[in-house]
């Protein structure tokens, strides 16, 4: 793929990953079945209208099932939550197993213990070289005033002190 000279993926993957992010899970219940993934690209954009982001690789499997859903629940993960994000991350089957979940009648997923809660619909899906970068419209908002948060560091976990 012809790129941008001195600007190779590795040098690019290493240099984005210097910016410390949060993780969050986006999930969904789709044709009953809980579908969603780990994402550190979660941001917020808006207070009013209330909106958020994050963006999603066009080669994503998980995608194109998750955009079909009427709400897509955003769960910001706690500090204990590390082995959860990479079960998030990891085959599709088995990315909800154990995990304490709440499913709202429009089929929302969220985690119980997490730090933040959102029930979002998508706005608006922008196509952004290999990934698509989706626009989120808050419905509801929630938060553990005290929870720690998970941080995601250099491809790393680290819990917020
Ligand atoms: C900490 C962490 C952060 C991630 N962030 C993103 C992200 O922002 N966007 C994305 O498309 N995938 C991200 N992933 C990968 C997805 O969680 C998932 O593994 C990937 O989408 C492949 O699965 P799929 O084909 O089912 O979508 C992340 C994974 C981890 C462990």
Not at 15 to 43: D, H, K, N, Q, Y
Not at 82 to 106: H, I, Y
């Amino acid at each position: 793929m012809p790129g941008e000279p001195g600007l190779d993926p590795t040098l690019l993957r290493a240099a984005f990953g210097a910016f410390p992010t949060g993780v969050v899970a986006i999930a969904a219940s789709v044709g009953g079945r809980a579908v969603g993934l780990a994402a550190s690209s979660f941001t917020s954009v808006s207070l009013a209208p209330p909106l958020v982001s994050f963006s999603v690789a066009t080669t994503s499997r998980t995608w194109p099932a998750l955009r079909r859903a009427p709400r897509l629940g955003v769960t910001v993960l706690a500090g204990h939550h590390g082995a959860v994000a990479r079960q998030l991350a990891g085959p599709a089957e088995g990315r909800f197993t154990g995990l304490p979940l709440t499913t709202t009648a429009d089929g929302a997923i969220t985690l119980d213990d997490g730090v933040a809660w959102f029930d979002t619909t998508i706005e608006r899906a922008v196509a952004a070289g290999d990934h698509t970068l989706v626009l989120l419209r808050l419905h509801s908002a929630a938060h553990a005033a005290d929870a720690a948060p998970l941080v995601f560091h250099r491809s790393g976990f680290r819990p917020a002190v």
